[in-house]
């Protein structure tokens, strides 16, 4: 569904986009011949904040399908016992794990406490 509504959007701003640079275009050469071209510039200028509204937004990288299968099915490294440097990590921001914790799970607890990637 995100996948959709990104392309949405990016449809949605491409006229805006293109209108903008004919429009401004447009103003451009009247302004050469000597015509009045006011309305066609503050259009053109106008355009631009509408397309940057609908454009999509960058923001924080979801993991892909594949990854999220791949983590869930616990592969590779989320299963092994965390490390010591990891551990200490973790008590120092006060979480509280058992001994034989993995790495994925003491990575879960670590992310939950600080709200972010810590690596």
Not at 79 to 87: I, L, Y
């Amino acid at each position: 569904m995100g996948e959709f509504i990104r392309l949405l959007r990016l449809a949605l701003a491409t006229p805006f986009l293109v209108g903008g640079l004919l429009l401004g275009a447009y103003g451009v050469y009247g302004l050469y011949k000597g015509e009045s071209v006011a309305p066609y510039l503050i259009l053109a200028f106008l355009c631009a904040p509408i397309a940057a509204l609908l454009l999509p937004k960058k923001g924080r990288k979801r993991a892909s399908p594949f990854a999220r299968e791949y983590r869930h099915k616990g592969g590779g490294w989320r299963n092994d016992p965390a490390t010591e440097r990891q551990k200490t990590f973790a008590r120092d921001l006060g979480i509280k794990f058992p001994a034989n914790i993995s790495k994925g799970e003491l990575s879960d607890r670590i992310t939950d406490k600080t709200g972010s990637f810590s690596g």
